[in-house]
C-alpha cells in the first residue's frame, strides 16, 4: 500500500473537473423511487441469512439547526423550537421499532453514529434516551474498538454536556469549525469563537473519547492564506485525532442559504489551489498523514491504524474504522446499505413523518446492486480505501478476467498511467504519490454511470 503523498499543482489543475465522492458505488443520483419498503425487507433478511452476518452500523439524522450556515448543503431544518425536537425522538423511536426486528438480535451493532444537522440541537438526556432505545433493539458490541460518535456544533454545547455524553457512551466527536477568520464567519453566518472551539476539543480529550475530528472547509468568501494558516494552527496545538479539509462546492441551484454567499467574494480556482496547499503544507508537517479524499489523522489514531491494517471503509459518513458492516440509516432523509442494496428515507419531513404515523417503513428510493455494481463498488471501496486495486483478488472473487472486464476503461487508466497518477502490472493498479490527491477522477474510470469522465455534471461538487 503507497501511503506516500507528492502534492503537484499542475496536474491538480488539469484535472480540476466535478465528480462523485464516492460515499456509495451506485452514487445517490441513481437511486429510485420504484425501490420500496418490500425490497428493503427482503434484502435485510437476505443479510441475516448470509454465512456470516456482518456487523451493523447505526446512522440516525437529526435535521436541526439552530441558524444556517450559508455554506451549508446538507439536510437540515432551521428553527429555535427546541420542542420539536422532542417530537422528532418520538417518531425515531418508532422507525427503530419498525427496523430492528428485520434483523436477526445476535448482529452486533460496532458503530453509532449522530450527524445533522446538529445533533446536539437534542439535549444529553434525549439522545440517551434514543441511544437506550437502541440497546434494547440491537446488541451493542462490547468490543474495545466500539465506535459511538456525535457531530457537535461547539457554539451549542458546553463542557458539562461532553461529560454526559462521554458517560452515555460517546467515545469520538466531531466538530464543525471551517475557518476562524471573523471576516469568512460573517461571510458564512457562523460566528463562532476559538476559545469556546478548543474548550470542546480539550473537554472531550478530559472525558475520555478516544478521538476528536475537527472539519475546515477550503474555498469559503473572503478566505486568504494568512487567515486559513493561523486557523491551521490554531486546531493542530489542539492536536485532534483527525481533521478534515473539505473544498466548499457553491451549488446555489441545489442548495438555496448559498445564495447567501457572493460569488465574487470567493477565491477563484487558482485561490483554491493556495488555500489546499497551506492546508497540506501545515497538516502534513504537524505529523498528520494522508488518509484519503479530504481526511488526515494522526498515526496513533484508529483511522490511520484501520488504513495500515486494510480496514478503512467508506460510506455516507465518510471514512469508517469499520470495513465489514451492514448501515441502518434512520431519521429524515437517511441512508441504509444492507446487503446489496442502498436505499433513503424522504428528505422532507413531512413524508418521513407520515409513513411511521401509519405504521409504514420511511423508504423513499434506493437501488438492488447488479452484478456489474457490485465488482465496480469493490473496485472503487479499494482504490478510495487503498489506493489501489489488487486485480488477482478482484479476479478470484468475482470470476472474471480483470482485463477483459475492463477492456473499455483501458484507455482512460493508460492516460493516468501516462500522467504518472497510476501505475499498472498485472497483479495491481497502484495509485502513485502524484495520483494520492485525485483518486475521484481514478474511480472515475470505473464508475459505468459516469462514462466518459468528462460527462460529470454540475451536481457534483469540484475534486479539487
Not at 108 to 130: E, I, M, S, W, Y
Not at 232 to 253: E, F, K, N, Q, W
Not at 360 to 370: A, C, D, I, N, Y
Not at 420 to 430: A, V
Given at each position: 500500500?503507497?501511503?506516500?503523498?507528492?502534492?503537484?499543482?499542475?496536474?491538480?489543475?488539469?484535472?480540476?473537473?466535478?465528480?462523485?465522492?464516492?460515499?456509495?458505488?451506485?452514487?445517490?443520483?441513481?437511486?429510485?423511487?420504484?425501490?420500496?419498503?418490500?425490497?428493503?425487507?427482503?434484502?435485510?433478511?437476505?443479510?441475516?441469512?448470509?454465512?456470516?452476518?456482518?456487523?451493523?452500523?447505526?446512522?440516525?439524522?437529526?435535521?436541526?439547526?439552530?441558524?444556517?450556515?450559508?455554506?451549508?448543503?446538507?439536510?437540515?431544518?432551521?428553527?429555535?423550537?427546541?420542542?420539536?425536537?422532542?417530537?422528532?425522538?418520538?417518531?425515531?423511536?418508532?422507525?427503530?421499532?419498525?427496523?430492528?426486528?428485520?434483523?436477526?438480535?445476535?448482529?452486533?451493532?460496532?458503530?453509532?453514529?449522530?450527524?445533522?444537522?446538529?445533533?446536539?440541537?437534542?439535549?444529553?438526556?434525549?439522545?440517551?434516551?434514543?441511544?437506550?432505545?437502541?440497546?434494547?433493539?440491537?446488541?451493542?458490541?462490547?468490543?474495545?474498538?466500539?465506535?459511538?460518535?456525535?457531530?457537535?456544533?461547539?457554539?451549542?454545547?458546553?463542557?458539562?454536556?461532553?461529560?454526559?455524553?462521554?458517560?452515555?457512551?460517546?467515545?469520538?466527536?466531531?466538530?464543525?469549525?471551517?475557518?476562524?477568520?471573523?471576516?469568512?464567519?460573517?461571510?458564512?453566518?457562523?460566528?463562532?469563537?476559538?476559545?469556546?472551539?478548543?474548550?470542546?476539543?480539550?473537554?472531550?480529550?478530559?472525558?475520555?473519547?478516544?478521538?476528536?475530528?475537527?472539519?475546515?472547509?477550503?474555498?469559503?468568501?473572503?478566505?486568504?492564506?494568512?487567515?486559513?494558516?493561523?486557523?491551521?494552527?490554531?486546531?493542530?496545538?489542539?492536536?485532534?485525532?483527525?481533521?478534515?479539509?473539505?473544498?466548499?462546492?457553491?451549488?446555489?441551484?441545489?442548495?438555496?442559504?448559498?445564495?447567501?454567499?457572493?460569488?465574487?467574494?470567493?477565491?477563484?480556482?487558482?485561490?483554491?489551489?493556495?488555500?489546499?496547499?497551506?492546508?497540506?503544507?501545515?497538516?502534513?508537517?504537524?505529523?498528520?498523514?494522508?488518509?484519503?479524499?479530504?481526511?488526515?489523522?494522526?498515526?496513533?489514531?484508529?483511522?490511520?491504524?484501520?488504513?495500515?491494517?486494510?480496514?478503512?471503509?467508506?460510506?455516507?459518513?465518510?471514512?469508517t474504522t469499520h470495513a465489514d458492516c451492514d448501515l441502518i440509516g434512520l431519521g429524515v432523509s437517511a441512508i441504509s446499505h444492507v446487503g446489496d442494496s442502498y436505499s433513503q428515507n424522504p428528505r422532507d419531513l413531512t413524508s418521513w413523518e407520515a409513513a411511521l404515523d401509519n405504521d409504514?417503513?420511511?423508504?423513499?428510493?434506493?437501488?438492488?446492486?447488479?452484478a456489474d455494481d457490485i465488482v465496480r463498488a469493490e473496485v472503487i471501496q479499494q482504490l478510495m480505501c487503498g489506493a489501489e486495486v489488487r486485480v488477482r483478488e478482484i479476479e478470484r472473487r468475482f470470476g472474471i478476467s480483470f482485463s477483459d472486464y475492463f477492456a473499455n476503461e483501458q484507455?482512460?487508466?493508460?492516460?493516468?498511467?501516462?500522467?504518472?497518477?497510476?501505475?499498472?502490472?498485472?497483479?495491481?493498479?497502484?495509485?502513485?504519490?502524484?495520483?494520492?490527491?485525485?483518486?475521484?477522477?481514478?474511480?472515475?474510470?470505473?464508475?459505468?454511470?459516469?462514462?466518459?469522465?468528462?460527462?460529470?455534471?454540475?451536481?457534483?461538487?469540484?475534486?479539487?
Open positions: 500500500m503507497n501511503t506516500d503523498c507528492h502534492f503537484d499543482p499542475e496536474m491538480l489543475r488539469r484535472y480540476s473537473e466535478s465528480g462523485p465522492r464516492y460515499t456509495s458505488y451506485p452514487t445517490a443520483p441513481q437511486f429510485r423511487e420504484e425501490f420500496n419498503a418490500a425490497d428493503f425487507q427482503r434484502h435485510a433478511s437476505n443479510s441475516n441469512a448470509e454465512p456470516i452476518p456482518r456487523q451493523l452500523s447505526l446512522y440516525a439524522h437529526v435535521p436541526y439547526c439552530f441558524s444556517p450556515c450559508f455554506y451549508c448543503g446538507c439536510n437540515r431544518v432551521i428553527t429555535r423550537d427546541e420542542r420539536r425536537g422532542e417530537h422528532y425522538i418520538e417518531r425515531l423511536l418508532l422507525e427503530l421499532a419498525m427496523v430492528a426486528p428485520l434483523f436477526a438480535r445476535d448482529r452486533d451493532v460496532c458503530q453509532v453514529h449522530f450527524g445533522g444537522g446538529t445533533p446536539n440541537f437534542l439535549k444529553p438526556g434525549q439522545l440517551g434516551r434514543v441511544l437506550a432505545s437502541m440497546g434494547r433493539h440491537f446488541h451493542f458490541s462490547d468490543a474495545p474498538d466500539r465506535d459511538f460518535s456525535i457531530e457537535l456544533d461547539p457554539r451549542y454545547v458546553s463542557v458539562g454536556d461532553i461529560a454526559e455524553l462521554a458517560q452515555l457512551g460517546f467515545n469520538r466527536a466531531s466538530l464543525g469549525v471551517q475557518d476562524f477568520d471573523p471576516a469568512v464567519q460573517a461571510a458564512v453566518n457562523r460566528v463562532q469563537s476559538i476559545q469556546e472551539t478548543l474548550a470542546i476539543i480539550e473537554a472531550c480529550h478530559q472525558y475520555g473519547m478516544r478521538s476528536v475530528n475537527v472539519d475546515l472547509i477550503y474555498g469559503l468568501p473572503r478566505q486568504t492564506y494568512a487567515g486559513f494558516s493561523a486557523t491551521l494552527d490554531t486546531i493542530i496545538s489542539a492536536a485532534p485525532g483527525r481533521v478534515a479539509i473539505y473544498g466548499y462546492a457553491h451549488m446555489p441551484g441545489l442548495f438555496k442559504a448559498q445564495k447567501q454567499i457572493q460569488p465574487e467574494e470567493l477565491p477563484d480556482r487558482e485561490g483554491r489551489l493556495g488555500l489546499l496547499t497551506v492546508a497540506i503544507n501545515k497538516l502534513t508537517s504537524a505529523g498528520y498523514e494522508y488518509i484519503g479524499m479530504d481526511h488526515f489523522a494522526l498515526a496513533t489514531d484508529d483511522l490511520s491504524r484501520a488504513r495500515q491494517a486494510r480496514d478503512l471503509h467508506r460510506n455516507f459518513m465518510g471514512y409504514r417503513l420511511p423508504v423513499w428510493r434506493g437501488v438492488s446492486l447488479s484507455e482512460q487508466l493508460e492516460s493516468l498511467q501516462g500522467d504518472g497518477l497510476i501505475t499498472i502490472d498485472s497483479e495491481c493498479i497502484t495509485v502513485t504519490s502524484r495520483g494520492r490527491y485525485l483518486l475521484r477522477i481514478i474511480a472515475m474510470c470505473f464508475d459505468h454511470y459516469q462514462q466518459p469522465v468528462n460527462t460529470a455534471t454540475a451536481n457534483y461538487s469540484q475534486v479539487v
